[in-house]
């Protein structure tokens, strides 16, 4: 199974920082890399296919980097409702796997 | 707008089989553009895809589970259905449903349902 390790797994930041979370595969999983928000209770959130597209009404302070096995999910200017965890998700071979998590908390 | 809505039993007895529904608003089944998947999530071991299905009923269970793991399909009610058995309280987790695609992988999610294991 391809592993995706994520860093850090806590981000203390405040509004405004611009932060950067990285995914790194074990092999290369092309550009076959999505990233997902999740806030407690709720269900993860589509924000980036393919490694660097937008998914469809996600702001554009999100974006994404990348391809073969370093990945990088990028928050120009963090924002109060981004406080959150994010994940990666390689879908390359079946069934994918998931990152551990990235915590974005206030510093 | 494509919605997903969980249902089933909170408490599961270990050594039995859960079941759990996934209703579908918003996008018919028949019309067969997507895949349907179950996806779990347990506070110590994450994300986990547990299969997926299209509208025919075709599909694939994640290897590790696939001796427990039935996914179908009844497009007449517009739903998706998980059963996974035997449980043990490893099973014990947040499940969710969701719209797969090649493309997007999981773009559609409901809200999920938790599920415990406990005799």
């Known amino acids: 199974d391809i592993q995706v390790t994520q860093s850090p797994s806590i981000l203390p930041a405040s509004v405004g920082d611009r932060v950067a979370i990285t995914c790194r595969a074990s092999e290369s999983v092309s550009d076959w890399l999505a990233w997902f928000q999740q806030k407690p209770g709720k269900a993860p959130k589509l924000l980036i296919y393919?490694?660097?597209t937008l998914e469809t009404g996600v702001p554009s302070r999100f974006s994404g980097s990348g391809s073969g096995t370093q990945f990088t999910l990028t928050i120009s200017s963090l924002q109060a409702d981004d406080f959150a965890t994010y994940f990666c998700h390689q879908h390359s071979n079946y069934p994918g796997t998931f990152g551990q998590g990235t915590k974005v908390e206030h510093k | 707008q494509v919605q997903l809505q969980e249902s089933g039993p909170g408490l599961v007895r270990p050594s039995e089989t859960l079941s759990l529904t996934c209703t579908v608003s918003g996008a018919s089944l028949d019309a067969g553009h997507d895949y349907w998947a179950w996806i779990r999530q347990h506070p110590a071991k994450g994300l986990e895809l547990i299969g997926y299905?299209?509208?025919?009923?075709?599909?694939q269970s994640n290897p590790s589970l696939e001796s427990r793991v039935t996914i179908s399909v009844d497009t007449s009610q517009n739903q998706i259905s998980l059963r996974l058995g035997p449980v043990t309280v490893a099973d014990a987790a947040v499940y969710y449903c969701?719209?797969?695609?090649?493309?997007?992988?999981?773009?559609?999610w409901g809200p999920g349902t938790t599920v415990s294991v406990s005799s």
């Open positions: 299905t299209s509208h025919s009923g075709s599909g």
């Open positions: 969701a719209r797969q695609s090649v493309l997007k992988t999981m773009d559609v």
């Open positions: 393919k490694a660097s």
